[in-house]
């Protein structure tokens, strides 16, 4: 079935370091592919997203580019803040389907 | 917009007795919603995937006598944790997918069960 690895935490970084949180995905044809974020107490949101191959979902300065040769949607910021510290899933949808497979989660903890 | 609350936030009961978490959109009416289990440190998994006004389609290996969920309208779903036992506490989260939407599913906060 359908699978998503994603990089194990927990990360630790300076502010204003750059970040990679890799994600790699196993799915049948062309499945949409996601990354939540779920900040200290609050339920998930979703970050960025990305529906077909070689497309990039952008926000808040984090960006992801849907790589089918590499089966991969790793997530990247330049500079990260404080304020950027979360739980960040990786996810995806099979084609034609609703329903998200997650991958195990990464913890962020940024420091000043 | 597209704003999911759960009630409770948090719930703490006896072994045996039955627990219900309240999924609604607040602003949009969702056609289907999910429920997912999350474990300490473990990512969300996928208990039951519910549509209004039909049964839940259940994922493999959960008991759909002990999670009861119904789907009676387009703004509501409900879980209900029957005879819960401690190994029930977990978090649970609901999702909900925009009636005519495609694929965005937007989150509650989630709600804390802890059987004593």
């Known amino acids: 079935g359908d699978s998503v690895t994603q990089m194990e935490g927990p990360v630790t970084l300076s502010e204003e370091a750059c970040l990679t949180i890799?994600?790699?995905?196993?799915?049948?044809?062309?499945?949409?592919l996601f990354w939540y974020v779920q900040y200290p107490g609050e339920g998930l949101q979703l970050l960025l997203k990305?529906?077909?191959?070689?497309d990039k979902g952008s926000n808040k300065g984090f960006e992801a580019t849907y790589r089918k040769e590499t089966t991969s949607f790793h997530l990247e910021k330049g500079s990260v803040q404080v304020s950027d510290s979360a739980v960040y899933f990786c996810?995806?949808?099979?084609?034609?389907?609703?329903?998200?497979?997650f991958g195990q989660g990464t913890r962020l903890t940024i420091n000043p | 917009g597209a704003v999911v609350s759960q009630h409770p936030s948090r719930v703490i009961c006896k072994s045996g007795t039955s627990v219900k978490i309240e999924c609604r959109s607040l602003d949009f009416q969702a056609t289907t919603m999910f429920w997912y289990r999350q474990f300490p440190k473990k990512s969300l998994m996928l208990m039951a995937t519910s549509n209004e006004g039909s049964k839940a389609t259940y994922e493999q290996g959960v008991e759909k006598d002990k999670f009861l969920i119904n789907h009676a309208s387009l703004t509501l779903s409900t879980l209900t944790v029957t005879s819960a036992h401690p190994e029930d506490s977990s978090f649970y989260i609901c999702s909900a997918n925009r009636a005519g939407g495609r694929e965005t599913q937007y989150f509650g906060p989630g709600t804390r069960l802890l059987v004593l």
């Open positions: 890799n994600c790699t995905y196993t799915a049948t044809g062309y499945p949409s």
């Open positions: 996810a995806l949808s099979g084609a034609g389907a609703q329903k998200l497979v």
């Open positions: 990305a529906t077909k191959a070689d």
